[in-house]
């Protein structure tokens, strides 16, 4: 599965306790009312966090927003969702089941038992909610389209640790899979740790906000391979993309506007990766540590989007390989979303720089001759050696 993005313009988020107009008869502070009463005692909120907060692990506005986002393709097909009590299920009703499946990564069975239906309800719902998230929500992730943007942007990374012109930071994270006992002898899915597993690439900007998916890989693939085959690669590669304004450095190198990622990936004119080797002189040491501080923001991206979306932390009990992917996209739109709405839940998170834990560091030899150079002028360039 390649890249997916939107094409629309960004529009202005605009709510308020209540729902966007339009979106639903009910108030969400009266829903929350007479939920809440069905599920006392299931829960006890985490610190710093209301009981909302806690079952939903988004605050109330962006609830609001995601039902105002999503309530058109919900509600236009004829499916009347129920309760083991017989009770329709409303559009929040099956906004907050499919908030709560994604966020806990509780079982289906679990999540049927907390809301008081079964478990096939539970997957339908949370399916076609993942389907209305990427109709109505791809507008939350897309690479930057206007020079404001890209001037913004370029801007925060250098004020990280001091590297100019940066435009992303990229990463890799494996989704694990739990395979059928016929599935388990294909091994195209199990990775270098000998887990079952599927690649989630990203692009990340300086506020962790996902700006290129790529997901659908097995984790057999190394991160080179993966980047090799994204439609991101190819339209860097033609010039179509980290195309804009040139860093002019002193005896007259240009650098190309780039993204960081680590030595899993090639040194490209577009990519810069670290130096690699131990007793590095100065000038190169200086280079990883900005570089190093810099990456960080998209490892921390990954650590938060499975520590708030668990249902692809843990282990995905033999999900559908088709589905799967687009479950991991609506993943990556809600935690976009949760960054454009400000979301105070985000304050109570703690940040953390693991995502693929026991994943040992790769190493890819690829390096382009011109990649080197311009990566020489840069290091030489940030410590003040490159002469004038």
């Not at 690829?366 to 050696?385: E, F, P, Q, V």
């Amino acid at each position: 599965m390649g890249p997916i993005r939107g094409s629309k313009k960004k529009r202005k988020i605009d709510t308020e306790n209540g729902f966007a107009s339009g979106s639903s008869e009910e108030g969400s502070n009266d829903w929350w009312t007479d939920f809440s009463k069905r599920i006392v005692g299931s829960l006890s909120p985490s610190k710093g966090l209301d009981q909302f907060e806690s079952v939903f692990k988004v605050s109330r506005k962006t609830f609001n927003y995601i039902c105002s986002l999503v309530n058109e393709p919900m509600t236009s097909k004829t499916s009347n969702f129920m309760y083991l009590n017989g009770q329709s299920m409303s559009l929040n009703d099956q906004v907050a089941l499919a908030l709560r499946r994604l966020s806990s990564g509780d079982s289906l069975i679990g999540v049927g038992n907390f809301f008081g239906t079964n478990h096939s309800t539970v997957s339908q719902v949370t399916w076609r909610f993942v389907e209305a998230i990427e109709e109505r929500g791809l507008h939350h992730l897309q690479w930057p389209t206007t020079e404001e943007e890209f001037t913004q942007i370029k801007s925060k990374f250098e004020n990280i640790r001091g590297l100019p012109n940066c435009c992303g930071a990229i990463d890799t994270t494996h989704i694990m899979m739990l395979l059928s006992a016929s599935e388990r002898t294909i091994d195209v899915w199990l990775d270098r740790k000998d887990n079952h597993s599927m690649m989630l690439q990203v692009i990340v900007d300086p506020d962790m906000r996902f700006r290129d998916v790529v997901t659908g890989y097995p984790g057999k693939m190394d991160d080179a391979s993966v980047l090799q085959k994204s439609t991101f690669h190819d339209l860097s590669e033609k010039g179509e993309r980290l195309n804009g304004k040139k860093l002019k450095l002193p005896e007259g190198t240009e650098i190309r506007e780039y993204i960081v990622g680590d030595s899993g990936f090639p040194l490209l004119p577009w990519l810069l990766t670290p130096y690699q080797g131990r007793d590095l002189p100065e000038t190169k040491t200086e280079f990883n540590k900005r570089h190093f501080a810099t990456k960080l923001v998209a490892q921390r991206a990954l650590a938060r989007l499975k520590d708030v979306w668990r249902v692809i932390h843990g282990v995905m009990w033999r999900p559908d390989k088709n589905r799967l992917p687009r479950v991991i996209l609506a993943c990556c739109i809600l935690h976009n979303i949760m960054i454009d709405m400000e979301d105070d839940a985000l304050d109570e998170l703690t940040l953390t720089n693991q995502h693929d834990s026991g994943y040992r560091p790769e190493f890819c030899d690829m390096a382009d001759t011109n990649a080197s150079i311009s990566r020489d002028k840069l290091a030489l360039y940030l410590s003040g050696r490159l002469a004038v």
